[in-house]
């Protein structure tokens, strides 16, 4: 090439892209031939001196181990992802029951169940062949998930966040991502967290008060998470077989950070992201998501049409960000006293204390406005 490119800007992001990427593939076949050697030392060592040859099948993480040990093919998804994020993820039925949007006395069933299962079954407790792992995976990563959105965005109690616990669940998924490295959804699942992850620093104030996503200080995430979090999407990509509903969810957050402001965002894309969501991964909470975006390219009147319809339809009944979600759509479009209700609403349906004092203040500002 020769002369100024027309958009230098855009053109030096673009080379920065590529040696990035570049930089990231010659770091990878660097470290795994270290690690390759590594191996290969530590098998010589362990035959002569007649000890157990390195087993490269083996799960060398506790908690994960665990948690695959829990997820038993025996059981049905749900009752091994309930069972496990109450025994070895720690979370409470009520934190358990709002993940999976059902009452309380339903967690509890299943985890009874699940329990009698397993012990009328006779399953042993130990490790699974990697062989089984397949059967397993979908749980486990169900597993993860649901423990990092509870440390994201906790569902109860007096603070916004549990940055520990979320930070757990994005260290398991990179253990994880190491043990199955040819399971695009597995990258696809490390990425979303390295990408949500890289927002804590601004997520909330020195006391602890949430920041919402239009008002975070963007400097302040962490580069670093970001670029984990492009490698870990693009080890998913490489693998050729489309993205699933992690890797989706990834591209969407993806889009988010990217952005240096939220007008910024390219909005139009995270709604067509959303809407392969929606056919991979058909949920009510993914069309309220897409509903949001949809409010953000297209206006909110569109959007309300669409959070309308899931009103109806009663799927998320009890769910607090539905009013919450129909209050700002409405406040948006002037509606002020139909939009009061719906945070008033959404403000009984919320167990966070943090979540629910900006929700107050939200209210306070639509009587005080008038707007």
């Known amino acids: 090439m020769h002369g100024v490119p027309a958009n230098p800007g855009a053109w030096l992001v673009a080379v920065g892209k590529r040696r990035a990427i570049d930089g990231w593939r010659r770091d990878a076949a660097r470290d795994e031939k270290y690690a390759q050697l590594a191996r290969e030392r530590e098998i010589d060592e362990t035959d002569a001196s007649g000890g157990t040859p390195w087993d490269p099948d083996a799960i060398d993480d506790d908690v994960l181990r665990l948690v695959f040990i829990a997820c038993h093919p025996v059981l049905s998804r749900e009752a091994s992802v309930a069972l496990t994020l109450r025994t070895v993820g720690g979370l409470t039925t009520d934190e358990i029951a709002r993940a999976f949007l059902v009452p309380v006395a339903t967690v509890q069933q299943r985890i009874v169940r699940a329990k009698k299962t397993l012990a009328a079954a006779a399953v042993p407790f130990e490790v699974p062949p990697r062989d089984e792992y397949p059967a397993r995976l979908s749980a486990v990563l169900s597993v993860l998930y649901l423990i990092f959105n509870e440390g994201y965005a906790a569902a109860s109690g007096p603070e916004w966040m549990r940055a520990d616990l979320a930070r757990e669940a994005l260290r398991l998924a990179r253990v994880l991502a190491e043990l199955v490295p040819r399971e695009p959804e597995v990258h696809g699942l490390a990425a979303l967290m390295e990408f949500l992850a890289a927002r804590f620093p601004a997520r909330v104030d020195r006391e602890g008060h949430p920041i919402l996503l239009a008002d975070q200080d963007r400097s302040r995430w962490d580069r670093a998470l970001i670029a984990r ?34 007008d910024d965002t390219d909005w139009a894309r995270i709604v067509l992201l959303y809407e392969a969501l929606g056919r991979v991964a058909p949920s009510p909470v993914v069309e309220l998501n897409r509903a949001v975006a949809v409010s953000m390219a297209e206006g909110p009147a569109t959007a309300l049409r669409l959070v309308d ?55 306070r500002g639509l009587a005080g406005s008038g707007a």
């Not at 077989?241 to 402001?261: F, S, V, W």
């Not at 009663?314 to 006293?337: I, K, N, Q, T």
């Open 229 to 262: 979090g492009r490698a870990a999407l693009a080890r998913g990509d490489a693998l050729g077989r489309g993205r699933g509903p992690y890797g989706l969810q990834a591209a969407i957050a993806e889009c988010h950070d990217a952005a240096a402001t939220v």
């Open 309 to 363: 319809e899931l009103v109806a339809a009663g799927e998320l009944a009890g769910y607090g960000l539905l009013p919450s979600v129909r209050g700002e759509l409405l406040a948006r479009l002037g509606r002020a006293d139909e939009a009061r209700a719906e945070f008033t609403r959404a403000i009984a349906q919320t167990a966070n204390e943090r979540e629910r004092a900006v929700l107050e203040s939200r209210l």
